[in-house]
């Protein structure tokens, strides 16, 4: 007989995603001329910079030579043409000293914030924000690490820091014990940051505790505010204790194309049940070594260009459009009567629905009588509920006309 993984059981619904999915394909087929607009999952809608292309034909092109043709990279952990210009210009530049070798090339963000897991016992307690980004929490039931269902989208075992206005969506330590924290900044959903004070107050408690940080900085290129720090390691101390993730897919339209990187300083320990202390870079490369086998030359390459000068440019004109795009959409909604945060530092923009008024069934509403996808905030967890996310990824003509509908409900 075989044996079920009864984690996958505790899930309590479909993954958020596929469930708006579902929904906007229902309302579709019952009404086939309505012309839909996605302000949800938040995927691009810009090309490729010019010269991402451009490297990528030229390194289509070597692999169509037998003299330059590359198969597996050395390691599987990136090119160092690509690790060299991440240490460079996304650290170094902002006096962050951090090595080659503890880079380590992937096929995306989303992979590795959920496959990081892997690599930590599964008595560790983990804390997550509430709202939160599924994969976090998800990955860790399928793994074991949490307790049964506790409804509204919690599990027990799990430690949930609460983000709400009162907090301007950015909570303090929790009072307990947590091994790993997963935190997300500029946050998804909410569009909130965090200052370099409050980052610190978050190292502090890692380092009192030998706690680990997983900290998600998928969009940092889209802070705008000179005082926010786009890496956790422009705060002293949390090389010690944070791991930190990052993706081409939002900054530079890679959702298509596939790659981002991990950084993991050496001087990151994990400890043993007798408390041997372990470097975690290593263990880490070991796993993905063994279940990975890099990303593609043909990529990398791409992903090289982004930071040459021309390829700094076309990504930031790119940036531009989707955060002109949250500006209109921040004005708009105000304008009309909503209460939005977000949209700053960040493409998403957090709408708090009318008062009474559920996110699942505000979202029925925009669809029905709008024909515009958001995404629940209910989804993303309890203190979610009573918010809709929408993101500023869309064409811009889309935005203006979704806008306009919006009103027209209003």
């Given amino acids: 007989m075989t044996i079920i993984n009864e984690n996958f059981l505790k899930l309590q619904a479909g993954y958020l995603f596929p469930e708006i999915g579902k929904r906007r394909r229902a309302f579709q087929a019952a009404n086939p001329n309505a012309k839909i607009i996605s302000m949800g999952i938040g995927d691009v809608t810009q090309p490729l910079a010019p010269a991402v292309i451009e490297a990528m034909k030229i390194a289509v092109e070597e692999m169509g030579r037998k003299e330059t043709f590359h198969g597996y990279d050395d390691e599987g952990i990136g090119y160092k043409f690509l690790r060299e210009a991440i240490r460079q210009n996304d650290f170094k530049a902002r006096g962050v000293d951090i090595d080659i070798d503890e880079i380590i090339v992937s096929d995306g963000a989303k992979c590795d914030t959920g496959n990081i897991q892997e690599i930590f016992g599964l008595d560790n307690v983990i804390a997550v924000t509430d709202p939160v980004y599924p994969v976090y929490v998800d990955t860790n039931v399928m793994a074991g690490r949490t307790g049964t269902a506790a409804g509204q989208g919690r599990y027990n075992g799990i430690v949930y820091m609460p983000c709400t206005e009162k907090n301007n969506f950015v909570p303090e330590p929790p009072k307990e014990k947590a091994d790993l924290i997963y935190l997300c900044f500029p946050n998804n959903p909410t569009g909130a940051v965090a200052t370099k004070e409050q980052l610190s107050k978050w190292v502090d408690y890692a380092k009192k505790h030998k706690s680990i940080i997983l900290f998600d900085a998928a969009y940092e290129r889209y802070i705008s505010q000179p005082d926010i720090p786009h890496s956790i390691y422009e705060v002293a101390g949390a090389k010690d204790v944070a791991i930190e993730f990052r993706s081409y897919s939002k900054t530079s339209g890679f959702t298509g194309v596939r790659c981002a990187f991990t950084v993991i300083p050496k001087q990151l320990k994990a400890y043993t049940k007798v408390g041997q202390p372990v470097e975690v870079c290593p263990v880490w490369k070991r796993r993905q070594c063994t279940k990975f086998n890099g990303v593609s030359y043909i990529t990398q390459c791409g992903a090289a260009a982004i930071y040459s000068e021309k390829g700094k440019k076309q990504v930031q004109e790119t940036i531009d459009i989707y955060m002109k795009n949250a500006s209109l959409i921040r004005k708009t909604l105000s304008e009309i009567g909503y209460t939005v945060y977000g949209g700053v530092n960040a ?59 919006i009103k027209a409900i209003s």
């Fill in 347 to 405: 493409p998403y923009i957090w709408l708090k629905t009318p008062e009474g008024t559920g996110s699942w069934e505000f979202f029925d509403k925009l669809l029905k009588e709008a024909h515009v996808v958001t995404t629940p905030g209910a989804g993303f967890g309890a203190a979610g509920e009573g918010y809709v996310r929408l993101t500023a990824f869309g064409l811009p003509e889309n935005v203006k006309e979704a806008l306009e509908r």
